[in-house]
Nanobody, 126 residues
Framework: QVQLVESGGDSVQAGGSLRLSCVAI????????MGWFRQAPGKEREGVAA???????SYAGSVKGRFIISQDNAKNTLYLQMNSLKPDDTAMYYC????????????????????WGQGTQVTVSS
């Protein structure tokens, strides 16, 4: 059974940085589109970034230039480097795997993602 386990969430001040990690357990690292989503209280879950098996990346406009998604197949791990954090970035962050889309030239809708992690909380204070 595939499990995605996130870590790295924390409380930081605005302008700070965090790196989130997501380890894929029970599978070799999938060569499919993987993504990071976030959900703030009272808001819809939104796509933050995605990366496909070829390493093509895409970002939400609100994080472009500040966040970097990457993957290490040998470590079965997906990363999200978050820089210049803002209070609006406060949310629960989830990693997700499609296991179906080989390419993702934009962030796929959340319904395309088959597996989800349990989430890791990021809180940014002003």
């Amino acid at each position: 059974q595939v499990q995605l386990v996130e870590s790295g969430g924390d409380s930081v001040q605005a302008g700070g940085s965090l790196r989130l990690s997501c380890v894929a357990i029970g599978t070799t690292y999938p060569s499919y589109c993987m993504g990071w989503f976030r959900q703030a209280p009272g808001k819809e879950r939104e796509g933050v970034a995605a990366i496909d098996g070829g390493g093509y990346t895409s970002y939400a406009g609100s994080v472009k230039g500040r966040f970097i998604i990457s993957q290490d197949n040998a470590k079965n791990t997906l990363y999200l480097q978050m820089n210049s954090l803002k209070p609006d970035d406060t949310a629960m962050y989830y990693c997700a795997a499609t296991f179906s889309l080989g390419y993702c030239y934009s962030i796929p809708p959340k319904n395309d993602f088959k597996y989800w992690g349990q989430g890791t909380q990021v809180t940014v204070s002003s």
